[in-house]
Structure formats: structure tokens, C-alpha cells
């Protein structure tokens, strides 16, 4: 009983931090890895779960002829229509100080005269009360320290940069040579000093959880399938980025510490050789607040390419009838053999191969349908920049 009020409640607090906040102001999934296992292409027509847009506007770049980006929460289609009408309206120079420094002087200037006029109502209206985000001002002083994520962020820089005092450590890392170097710096002067009582304390909260965006079913998920529980898990992964993956590339990390991205350490999307391509190419960028089941089945074309992001880790526990009604409008509507890209908190998936689905006129069980290419997928898993979730997944329709 006790268990079945917690989960209620947090569900409850996790939906009403969705609903009403920014969650992410960046995307946490690395597309290098969605590049190799979508080989995008101008014929390709590709549904993906908003975020924070980053990767939205990274499949462009890849070559991708439609992407139609699909979030249930308008704050962070918000966001993406402010990057879109900010590519459209201002030189590089500008842009990247939005969303490279994640902060501008002439933020309000720049809103006012150049990107609001592109806006559609609803962005508009958000951005209106929330450019201060840009304004470099106060503790929170870049944009990644904004948001629901950017708050646990701003938290965990601190408590790494200045209360443990590992400054120079993290920029020793970004400078090593080698993975084993990294390793050795680890070793030697981060891991005592990181995991720390109130570290472990912090990152068990289910509140820090929530403000990260991960809701209850994948902590269950990761308590149940990972040997040491959520805190071990956490740990296993930072390490893994540490001394197995070249730190000094690794924008995802180095963006929540530092606040800023820097010219050779960011996204495609903030490279300046890419802008040219990257204006071009918002007349193929749709922006869509709604479920991903009436978006597919609206849809006057099929898609070829899905990416489903982690979203149906809480459909398969919270809602199943829900998931499968997704499902069904995947097969109904998607191009025959069209791949579909998606993560889960846990190291095994466990929820898609029975869900019963309808298909050519008859009850079938998903499992039976879906050609898993499971070995690129853990390869790919094993190069993944972010790596905080259990798995990877790369799937194929009939």
C-alpha cells in the first residue's frame, strides 16, 4: 500500500512538472549514434519525440528529407520554434551566443526585433515571460542552467566545480591526451571527492529524478534489472564516460558543468559551417504539440524513420492501452519497412515483444513483427556520449 501512494504521488508531481515547465533545454540522446542506425536520406520522412530540438534539427543536417518533431509538452515545442525562427532571422554570430554561450546582452534586442515576429502564438506567449533565461544574470547564469534539468545542473556544477573543488581536475580532463590518461585522473583525483555521502543522498531523491525527467517506472526499472540499485547505476555510467570516452568531445557532459558550449565542442547544429545548410533546411522542419498516435495517423504521408527517445518506459507501466493504440497507428501508417530508434532506462526491454497489436486485419504480438538489430545496437550503445540509459534499441517494421 505503502509503495502504491508513492508511486501515485510521484506520478502526480512528475506530470505537474511536465506539464507546467521547461524539462529539457537540451537533448540528451547523442544523434551520432542515430546517424549510423537511420542512414538518413533526402527520401526519408522522420517522426521524433521534440525535447529540447537539438537532434531535430541534427537529422537535417544528416540529410533527411521531412522531420516532424512531436512533444506532448508545448514548452518544449516552444523551445524549437524559438531556435527555428532564431536560424531563420539572425547571423551565426548571434545565434551561437543564445544557444552556444547560452546567454546574450542583446537577448531582448534581438527577441524583440528578430525573433519574435516568427513565433507562433503559443511561443510567443512563453517567451515573452521567459527570455530572461538568456540574460546571464544571477546564479542560474546561462540558459543550461535553466528549466527543470538545468536547476539539477546548476546544483550538481556547483557542488563538482566549488564545494568539491574539482575545477582543475575536470579541465585536466578535457585536456588528456588519451583515455588513459582520463582514467588515471579519475583515479587520482576525482572519484574520492565526487562520491561523497551527500552525492549518493542527492541523486537517490526521486524529486532529482523528476527534474531530470525520469519518472517512476524507470526507476523501477533500473532498481529491479541493476545490481546496486539507481545510485550504483549513476555511478557506473559517469565512470563510463570518464575513462572509457574522449572527455574533451563530449559536449553533453561538459555543457551541464560549464554552462556554455564551446566552437569545437557542440552540437552540429552551433557549428558555423553547418548554418548555411541548417537555414536552408527549416523549411523541412514541422513542429507538432500532441501524442505521437494522432500525429502518425493525421499524417497525409508515411514515415519512414521514428525516434521514440524513452517515452515508452511510463506507457508500458502507466499506460498500456495507450501504447498500444501507438502501435497500432505505427503500423497502420508507417512506410513498410521503416526503423524505429528508441531507449530504456532498463538493460533489458521487456514490455514490446507481447503487446497485442492489430495488423493486417488481425491480433497479433508486436515481438512477431519487429526485426531487432540488436547487435548494432549495442555497438552503437557502447559508443553512446550520453550513456545514461540501460539500452539502446534499433527495430524494423515489416
Known amino acids: 500500500?505503502?509503495?502504491?501512494?508513492?508511486?501515485?504521488?510521484?506520478?502526480?508531481?512528475?506530470?505537474?512538472?511536465?506539464?507546467?515547465?521547461?524539462?529539457?533545454?537540451?537533448?540528451?540522446?547523442?544523434?551520432?549514434?542515430?546517424?549510423?542506425?537511420?542512414?538518413?536520406?533526402?527520401?526519408?520522412?522522420?517522426l521524433v519525440i521534440t525535447s529540447a530540438g537539438c537532434n531535430a534539427l541534427d537529422y537535417l543536417l544528416a540529410g533527411c528529407g521531412e522531420v516532424h518533431a512531436v512533444d506532448m509538452n508545448p514548452i518544449q515545442n516552444a523551445l524549437l520554434e524559438f531556435k527555428r525562427a532564431a536560424i531563420r532571422s539572425l547571423d551565426f554570430e548571434d545565434f551561437f551566443a543564445f544557444f552556444g554561450h547560452g546567454r546574450t546582452p542583446n537577448a531582448r534586442i534581438l527577441y524583440q526585433g528578430s525573433i519574435r515576429p516568427f513565433l507562433p502564438g503559443y511561443a510567443r506567449d512563453y517567451w515573452d515571460k521567459h527570455l530572461n533565461f538568456f540574460s546571464g544574470k544571477g546564479w542560474r547564469d546561462s540558459f543550461y542552467f535553466r528549466g527543470t534539468s538545468g536547476l539539477v545542473a546548476r546544483l550538481l556544477s556547483f557542488n563538482i566545480l566549488k564545494l568539491a573543488r574539482l575545477r582543475r581536475s575536470v579541465e585536466n580532463l578535457v585536456a588528456a591526451n588519451s583515455v588513459q590518461e582520463q582514467e588515471s585522473i579519475y583515479r587520482r583525483?576525482?572519484?574520492?571527492?565526487?562520491?561523497?555521502?551527500?552525492?549518493?543522498?542527492?541523486?537517490?531523491?526521486?524529486?532529482?529524478?523528476?527534474?531530470?525527467?525520469?519518472?517512476?517506472?524507470?526507476?523501477?526499472?533500473?532498481?529491479?534489472?541493476?545490481?546496486?540499485?539507481?545510485?550504483?547505476?549513476?555511478?557506473?555510467?559517469?565512470?563510463?564516460?570518464?575513462?572509457?570516452?574522449?572527455?574533451?568531445?563530449?559536449?553533453?557532459?561538459?555543457?551541464?558543468?560549464?554552462?556554455?558550449?564551446?566552437?569545437?565542442?557542440?552540437?552540429?547544429?552551433?557549428?558555423?559551417?553547418?548554418?548555411?545548410?541548417?537555414?536552408?533546411?527549416?523549411?523541412?522542419?514541422?513542429?507538432h504539440t500532441g501524442k505521437v498516435t494522432d500525429v502518425v495517423r493525421a499524417s497525409d504521408k508515411p514515415f519512414t524513420r521514428l525516434v521514440l527517445l524513452d517515452h515508452m518506459d511510463w506507457m508500458s507501466h502507466h499506460d498500456p492501452k495507450g501504447l498500444e493504440d501507438e502501435w497500432n497507428a505505427i503500423l497502420g501508417?508507417?512506410?513498410?519497412?521503416?526503423?524505429?530508434?528508441?531507449?530504456?532506462?532498463?538493460?533489458?526491454?521487456?514490455?514490446?515483444?507481447?503487446?497485442?497489436?492489430?495488423?493486417?486485419?488481425?491480433?497479433?504480438?508486436?515481438?512477431?513483427l519487429l526485426t531487432r538489430q540488436t547487435a548494432l545496437a549495442e555497438e552503437l550503445h557502447q559508443r553512446d556520449r550520453v550513456n545514461t540509459y540501460g539500452s539502446f534499441h534499433i527495430v524494423d517494421l515489416p
Open 1 to 46: 500500500m505503502a509503495n502504491a501512494v508513492r508511486d501515485r504521488l510521484h506520478s502526480r508531481v512528475f506530470h505537474a512538472v511536465h506539464r507546467n515547465n521547461l524539462l529539457y533545454n537540451t537533448c540528451w540522446e547523442d544523434p551520432a549514434l542515430d546517424r549510423v542506425a537511420l542512414r538518413l536520406s533526402p527520401a526519408d520522412r522522420l
Open 333 to 368: 501508417k508507417t512506410a513498410p519497412k521503416a526503423r524505429i530508434l528508441f531507449r530504456s532506462a532498463g538493460l533489458r526491454e521487456d514490455f514490446l515483444d507481447p503487446l497485442p497489436v492489430q495488423y493486417q486485419g488481425t491480433r497479433q504480438r508486436l515481438g512477431d
Open 189 to 287: 583525483e576525482v572519484s574520492h571527492k565526487l562520491w561523497t555521502p551527500m552525492m549518493r543522498w542527492f541523486l537517490k531523491r526521486r524529486i532529482t529524478m523528476t527534474m531530470v525527467g525520469v519518472p517512476g517506472p524507470q526507476l523501477e526499472q533500473i532498481t529491479r534489472q541493476y545490481p546496486g540499485g539507481l545510485f550504483q547505476f549513476i555511478k557506473d555510467r559517469v565512470e563510463q564516460v570518464l575513462v572509457k570516452l574522449p572527455f574533451r568531445e563530449n559536449y553533453f557532459w561538459r555543457v551541464y558543468l560549464e554552462g556554455s558550449y564551446t566552437r569545437d565542442c557542440c552540437p552540429e547544429y552551433l557549428k558555423e559551417a553547418n548554418y548555411p545548410a541548417l537555414k536552408e533546411a527549416m523549411a523541412r522542419l514541422h513542429i
